[in-house]
Structures are given as C-alpha cells and as structure tokens.
C-alpha cells in the first residue's frame, strides 16, 4: 500500500501544478466556439499548456500504480485533491491570494486524506466481465458527443457542464486502467477498455480545455469531482469489491466525506482573479478577466 500511496500522492502534485500552467496556456490562445483541429494545435503551440500537458501524462503514469494496487475510493479522493495543490501553486506562481475559506479547504483535504488512507483496505478485483468493458467504452463515446454539443454554449454553466464531462471522462480512464487486461500486446489491443482508456482520456481533456475558456480553473476542476471521484468509488465499491479496513469503515467513509468536502471549498478559490495579481501577471494572463462576466 505504501507504494501505491506514494504514487498517489505525487500524482496529486503533478495534477494541481498542471492545471495551473493549462489554465494559463488555455486562456493565451483564441477562444473556440466550436472543437477544430486548429484548437488543438492552437493550446499545443503554447508551452505553458504543454506543460501542464506533460505533468498531467506524468501524473497519469504514476496514478496507474495506484490504481492497481489501491482501492478506488482512496485513489480517486487523493488524486481529486490536486485541487489544494492548484491553490497553493497559484499563489506561488501567480501571486494569488488565500482566503479563510481556502485554508480551510486545504486543510479539510489534508485531515481527509490522512483519515482515509488509515481507514482504507486492501484493492478489490482487477478484472470484470466483458459487458463492464464494453460498458467502459461506451461511456466513452457518449462524453465525446456530449462535448460537440455543448461547446457552442458559453458562460458558468457551459463551464460547469464541460468541467463535468471531464470528470467523466477521467472517471473512465480509472475504471479502464483497474480493469484492462494487460497480460500481453494481444490482449490490450483486443480489450475494449484500452479504447475506453483513450478516448475517456481524450474526450476529458478536451472538455477541461474547453471548460478552462470559459471559468475559473477551480470552476471547471470541481464541476467534474463529483463525476471523477464518487463515480469509479462506487463501482469499485459495488462492482470490483473495494473495501475499508476491518472495523475501519467509519474511519474511511468520513476522510472521503472531508476531503470531498475541502475539494468543494477550494472550488471558491479565484485562482486567476486578474485584479488580484501584479500587473506584469495580469498582462500575461490576458485581457479577459478570470471569471466572465454574467
């Protein structure tokens, strides 16, 4: 467990640092109405998006350790709390400031955590019938339409909208990579979780690029934590057999409830609030402000 946990956990920090420079490098480039090649070309030439692109696929790398040797539950509440590290980060990188309620937040996730991964048991089954696969994929395809209706929408609630089939997306990849058959070359490339595990990634981070256009980076993170962490949590739970330590259940429910928790505090955090950063950082953020006007 203290493999996975460390894993986890680093994980976390390449996940928060990466929103903050996808946050920046997103917002650098021309707003899209509609999903085009050149939008992806666009966030690929800037190298703050790059960036956070990168730390996202290394966090992703480390995450895969986890997700095999952890339960779903504790794997999903420590990763989701990269949004505490995405305040911290912001205020190191972008001068940003800390509110009460942001402390709060930061240290809820801290007490959260520490009491979920006391409570947590050993991982449930890596392997699932066939339909779960297919499932899987399925889902998949679904986030990917989704995501073409709802970009030519703007404002919150398409940025909460986007930030949630986003969370759906990286909710699949969790569930694709616990259960993939990985036994050899042939068997993943036969195994519709391995498309799963693509196109959830694919169609997620393309909704949270959408969604970081039209909200705060906090904004869009937290619209999809429900998505992305009770989701997989409860199919590990009801499907792969996820459990808490004996005795310890009280102990691992009630770190989920408070990390969860400190998460939606932190969704308050104006990371990229443009009238609260020094003038030589607003200008690199750009002209529009961090959250749009209704």
């Known amino acids: 467990m203290l493999l996975g946990l460390t894993t986890a956990l680093a994980a976390t920090v390449c996940f928060g640092f990466g929103a903050v420079f996808q946050a920046r490098g ?34 992703f790398v480390l995450s895969i350790v986890a997700l095999r040797t952890l339960p779903l539950f504790l794997v999903q509440a420590v990763t989701n709390a990269s949004l505490a590290v995405t305040a911290l980060a912001a205020v190191w990188l972008l001068g940003a400031r800390l509110r009460r309620g942001d402390v709060a937040g ?134 792969l057999g996820d459990a808490a330590r004996p005795g310890f259940a009280w102990c691992a429910l009630t770190g989920f409830a408070v990390a969860v928790g400190g998460t939606f505090l932190l969704s308050r955090f104006g990371e990229l609030d443009t009238e609260a950063l020094p003038a030589s950082v607003r200008a690199g953020a750009g002209a529009e402000p961090a959250v749009p006007p209704r």
């Open 106 to 239: 930061i240290l809820a996730v801290v007490i959260g955590l520490t009491l979920l991964a006391l409570g947590s048991g050993e991982a449930g089954r890596d392997h699932a019938p066939a339909a779960f696969h297919w499932a899987l994929l399925a889902t998949a395809v679904a986030i990917l339409l989704a995501t073409l209706l709802l970009v030519r929408r703007s404002g919150g609630a398409a940025a909460a909208g986007l930030g949630l089939l986003a969370g759906v997306g990286f909710g699949i990849t969790s569930l694709a990579v616990r259960v993939l058959d990985a036994s050899g070359v042939g068997s993943v490339l036969t195994d519709p979780a391995a498309y799963a595990l693509a196109l959830g990634g694919l169609g997620g981070y393309l909704a949270y690029a959408l969604a970081l256009q039209r909200g705060t980076v906090t904004a869009a993170t937290a619209a999809g934590t429900v998505a992305e962490t009770f989701g997989p949590a409860l199919v590990g739970v009801v499907s």
């Open 26 to 59: 997103a917002r650098s480039t021309p707003r899209a109405d509609r999903v085009r090649a050149g939008l992806l070309a666009a966030l690929l030439r800037s190298w703050q998006f790059l960036l956070g692109t990168l730390l996202d696929i290394l966090g």
